[in-house]
């Protein structure tokens, strides 16, 4: 399967402040996805990231708030903009594996707390 | 809008025991079914996929579709304090495997 790697793992930022985040994968994907899980909640697609292409935003979640870049096949990054308490959450990487044919596989993901 | 239920938990069985996670979805075209697993602190872990009407088995899980029901389950037999997690259910329709729609998750303990 495909190793994810999340930069950083945990951060503890000041509102207003902007934090980006870097996913790596160790080989070459067509898909990358972008999940964010709140406290004590379910994960919730935020974005697809197409290589090449303006990424595909879920509703609810907007690209002035979550910019999202995708310069090639094997990373991509997630910038949390003008943070507020509310963006403390856990932030997943994911990558779809067709080498594999079958599912998503997640990075170990970002814990940001907004203070 | 795409829903994806759990039934409520948290669910505790005992060592040994058989625990059962039920899941329903609300889009008839969906297409693929993972439960995933997700100890506290850490990131969701893929233990099974079915895509076909029926059983599937992997070691001590089992999961079962029914997609005239819209429903999935999974089944853990002989669950160890291991188990013990948050247990999610993901669909995803279309050809994207990673679009993924997670229920809220059941908590599963399993107690000596």
């Known amino acids: 399967s495909a190793v994810i790697s999340q930069k950083p793992s945990r951060d503890i930022c000041q509102r207003g402040t902007s934090l980006t985040i870097q996913c790596q994968v160790d080989s070459q994907v067509t898909m990358m996805f972008w999940y964010r899980q709140q406290p004590g909640q379910s994960l919730t697609l935020i974005a697809t990231?197409?290589?090449?292409?303006?990424?595909?935003?879920e509703s609810g979640f907007v690209i002035d708030k979550f910019p999202i870049s995708r310069p090639n096949l094997t990373f991509s990054t997630l910038t949390v903009s003008n943070m507020s308490p509310e963006d403390s959450s856990i932030y997943l990487c994911?990558?779809?594996?067709?080498?594999?044919?079958?599912?998503?596989?997640f990075g170990q993901g970002t814990r940001l707390t907004v203070v | 809008q795409k829903e994806v239920e759990q039934n409520s938990g948290p669910l505790s069985v005992p060592e040994g025991a058989i625990a059962s996670l039920n899941c329903t979805y609300s889009?008839?075209?969906?297409?693929?079914f993972f439960w995933y697993r997700q100890y506290s602190g850490k990131s969701p872990e893929l233990i099974m996929f079915?895509?076909?009407?029926g059983d599937k088995e992997d070691g001590r899980f089992t999961a079962q579709l029914n997609k005239a029901s819209q429903y999935v389950s999974l089944l853990i037999r002989d669950s160890q304090p291991s188990d013990s997690a948050t247990y999610l259910c993901a669909v995803s329709g279309g050809t994207s495997y990673g679009k993924l729609t997670f229920g809220q998750g059941t908590i599963l303990t399993v107690h000596p």
């Open positions: 079915i895509y076909s009407n």
């Open positions: 994911s990558v779809e594996d067709r080498g594999h044919h079958t599912e998503a596989f």
């Open positions: 990231a197409n290589q090449g292409s303006e990424a595909t935003y």
């Open positions: 889009d008839r075209g969906s297409q693929s």
